[in-house]
């Protein structure tokens, strides 16, 4: 697996830490927690979408853009790292964000991501939810077109076999942290959704015979439909990187058990791991990925799904900007204390 083959612009701060747990794996008396530090790839506050975006924004320039269009929800992680990438090579950046939650939290729709969207001097149109989002951003993108615009447009978080690129490489970078210092993976748990991260992993890990399970956790399709997404894309990502039929449908595993009542909207669970990562480790996770993949793998270490003596690596998707449109979701609306007497 030579990803060099391909474009790439080297704009993230690779490798990404890798770094135990200890406070948290002792607080839930399990396996060692390891996380993979995804969220200081060093672009607008990080992200796994940079990762994407080093091989979508390098094709984008060789097909002469000078324009992305991208499109995601309105506290869209994605988007945020694109225009902050568009404005880093000199290109316009225009953004459709989709109403998925009808949230009408003033924070939630102009605060963290947004907010970020228009410092990085992109623009932005709304839709609301449940719309074929791909297929509106090309309508958008042939009226940019039709005024003589070269424009490259970027699926829903970068997930195409492009982007998965990204991420077929951090499985390789992953192990090869692991056996510079003698770390046996168990298992790696991440917060899945448009797919191509976990796609992109399996393809890696696969490619390289890892042989170490990858289990995403869902943050909006039911199980069935997300795995299917995931093993779709990790197909095409197989193709293109020229190692068709590395991927059995089994290896594509993801548990839906933690979405709650849907896309964007924190569940208990959710609210619960982000305050125990930040207090028990000073790691700030979302409350729409990261949130949701931590909260998975918290319950499950508690129900004893994973051996006291495995290590697992959580990949910290990024994401933590949105918390800035949520704060709404926290009670720390109480009296600051008086000063001591
Ligand atoms: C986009 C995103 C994910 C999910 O990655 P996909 O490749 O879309 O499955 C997870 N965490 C964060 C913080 C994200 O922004």
Redesign the pocket.
């Known amino acids: 697996m030579h990803v060099s083959r391909f474009p790439r612009v080297h704009l993230a701060h690779l490798p990404t830490a890798l770094e135990p747990m200890d406070r948290l794996s002792e607080a839930l008396g399990g396996p060692r927690i390891w996380i993979k530090r995804d ?1 200081c790839t060093g672009l607008s506050t990080g ?3 940079t990762r ?1 975006l080093e091989f979508l924004m390098a094709e984008a320039l060789e097909q002469g853009a000078d324009m992305v269009i991208t499109q995601g929800a309105t506290q ?3 988007a945020r790292q694109t225009a902050a990438f568009a404005a880093r090579l000199g290109i316009d950046c225009h953004i459709l964000l989709e109403d998925r939650t009808g949230s009408n939290d003033p924070n939630y729709n102009h605060n963290g991501n947004v907010f970020l969207d228009f410092l990085h001097g992109a623009t932005a149109e709304k839709r609301p939810g449940g719309l074929d989002m791909n297929a509106e951003m090309e309508v958008v993108a042939e009226t940019f077109r039709a005024a003589g615009r070269k424009v490259y447009t970027i699926p ?4 195409n076999p492009t ?2 690129l990204g ?1 077929a490489n951090a499985a390789m970078e992953l192990v090869s942290q692991a056996n510079a210092t003698g770390l046996l993976i168990d298992r790696i748990v ?11 992993l399996v393809v890696g890990l696969k490619a390289i015979n890892a042989n170490i399970p990858l289990l ?1 956790i869902g ?1 909006r399709a039911p199980k069935p439909k997300q795995e299917e997404n ?1 093993y779709n894309l990790a197909l095409a990502t197989a193709e293109k990187l020229g190692c068709p039929g590395v991927v059995q449908r089994e290896d594509v595993v993801a548990n839906t058990d933690y979405v709650g009542e849907g896309y964007g909207i924190p569940t208990k669970e959710c609210l619960d791991a982000i305050e125990m990562f930040a207090r028990l480790e000073g790691i700030l996770l ?1 409350p ?3 949130g949701k ?1 931590a909260a998975g793998l918290i319950d499950l270490t508690r129900k004893g799904a994973f051996a006291g003596e495995e290590n697992i690596v959580f990949l910290h ?3 933590s900007v ?1 918390l800035f449109g949520y704060t709404a979701a926290f009670d720390y609306s109480g009296p600051v204390m008086e000063a001591a007497e």
Request: a neutral charge.
């Open positions: 969220d992200g796994n979408k994407k869209s992680n994605h829903g978080g970068g997930s982007g998965a991420y991440h917060a899945t959704g448009s797919a191509g991260t976990q796609a992109g995403g943050v995931v979302d729409v990925y990261s993949g998707t990024g994401g949105a």
